[in-house]
């Protein structure tokens, strides 16, 4: 069976059994408790889309408020991981030191799209020891 007839078949039942099972930590079209993540990712240097927004806003909630310890993003390549995790970042209610795990083929665009997103921040490449001293 391909994906698609998949999803077709048995979406509905999925997002039933999902909406019974899990207890949302937010909900965009009723936005409470994120109003200090917003006032905090209203400092980044560059703005998230508000897509992007509504998502960052959400796992700050979960990780901050909810002290939700785990949380992924997970999209297609383009659809602005690295912004939704620095606006997470941002939102923090302290500075805080992030572990960005990335391939390496992707380490000088986290440092830079770090760079020109977050203000003040200060981005170590791991995998130079001259960075490290």
């Not at 390496?104 to 995998?127: C, F, Q, Y």
Request: no cysteine; charged share 25%.
């Amino acid at each position: 069976m391909q994906l698609k007839e998949f999803v077709d078949r048995y979406g509905a039942q999925i997002g039933a059994t999902i909406s019974r099972s899990l207890e949302p930590v937010y909900d965009p079209e009723a936005p409470a408790g994120v109003d200090e993540f917003i006032q905090r990712m209203d400092g980044l240097k560059r703005a998230p889309f508000p897509v992007q927004a509504e998502i960052a806003k959400g796992v700050a909630k979960a990780l901050y408020s909810a002290k939700r310890e785990h949380n992924f993003i997970v999209g297609e390549m383009g659809t602005g991981k690295t912004m939704l995790s620095l606006a997470v970042i941002q939102a923090a209610p302290r500075p805080m030191r992030t572990l960005v795990v990335s391939p390496t083929h992707l380490v000088e665009k986290w440092k830079r799209e770090a760079t020109i997103t977050i203000p003040g921040v200060r981005v170590v490449d791991l995998s130079d020891q001259t960075a490290i001293a």
